[in-house]
């Protein structure tokens, strides 16, 4: 992960998210942990779009067994974001999402994540090679090493 914000260039697919009221924190500001939910939407809604997530009878599912963030300022109540997502990495059973979080007008990070989901067989929990179509999602918004 970046230690500087990045740019909406970095990312290669948006989309933008209401903030709700319960994702404030007494301190005035989006809880660190409405974060990681804006990630998994994000990450989540792209693959339904693209055919390469089947919610009900998907044979094929992503595990997130790494998170990360870093906070560059504040967003809070009533802001719309834009959540910025590309992949940085694309392995045989893996994929590593960057996320970007933009408020709705500014061009630099306010925040910036990092998911990493190994894909398994649904029933076993086995890792399983990217299945055809989620290969050609990931490699779609790729900007990372291609990989």
């Excluded at 007494?26 to 089947?54: P, S």
């Excluded at 094929?60 to 109540?77: D, S």
């Excluded at 590309?86 to 996320?99: C, D, F, M, Q």
Aim: charged share 20%; net charge negative; aromatic share 10%.
């Amino acid at each position: 992960m970046s230690t500087r914000p990045q740019t909406r260039s970095d990312y290669r697919s948006f989309l933008d998210m209401p903030t709700r009221w319960a994702d404030n924190d007494i301190y005035g500001h989006v809880n660190n942990t409405a974060y990681y939910g804006f990630f998994d939407t994000a990450v989540n809604r792209y693959l339904i779009e693209a055919g390469a997530l089947d919610l009900e009878d998907g044979t094929q599912i992503g595990l997130v067994v790494e998170t990360g963030c870093q906070y560059f300022a504040p967003l809070a109540f009533p802001d719309v974001l834009s959540i910025g997502l590309r992949a940085e990495h694309i392995g045989r059973t893996s994929v590593i999402y960057g996320l970007g979080v933009f408020a709705k007008d500014e061009q630099t990070t306010s925040a910036q994540g990092r998911f990493v989901h190994v894909y398994v067989d649904r029933q076993s929990r086995k890792p399983m090679p990217l299945r055809e179509a989620l290969r050609k999602a990931v490699m779609a918004i790729d900007g990372g090493d291609g990989t």
